[in-house]
């Protein structure tokens, strides 16, 4: 529709600095059950990324023990939020985002930044799962 070219789009209050060209995807997120929220002209940490594809269902979800052994595994996340233990751990036993892994110590970096060249490779890691399924 033209109306979605143009970004001719209604979307949620929460959300705000939304590019026109991007009115219309930020509804169809919305719609498909994504809890966006804020400033769109801010970058994306690696967590919230992480929670929008297990939101999406894009990964299986981690049981329980897995969570607790992947929140063991990488020093950076033992203190973090209950909230983002399962989108993590999901999207690190998929292969999705696995952090920074050094013969020293594991990180993951869910509050670091996204930079254009990890969102690529969580974009392929995403459509090579997809294709296999």
Known sequence: ???????????????????????????????????????MTVP????????????????????KERVNQVIKDYRDLRSI????RNPIAAVRDAGIMVGVITEEAKNWQPFENLTRA?????LEQLFAGMKAV
């Open 1 to 39: 529709r033209d109306s979605e070219l143009i970004g001719e789009c209604e979307y949620g209050s929460k959300v705000t600095d939304v590019s026109p060209y991007a009115a219309c995807a930020v509804r169809a997120a919305q719609e498909q059950g994504l809890s966006i929220a804020g400033k």
């Open 44 to 63: 994306a940490q690696r967590g919230e990324v992480a929670r929008w594809i297990a939101e999406l269902k894009l990964v299986p979800e981690a049981s």
């Open 81 to 84: 939020d209950e909230q983002w």
């Open 118 to 122: 990890s969102l690529s490779v969580i």
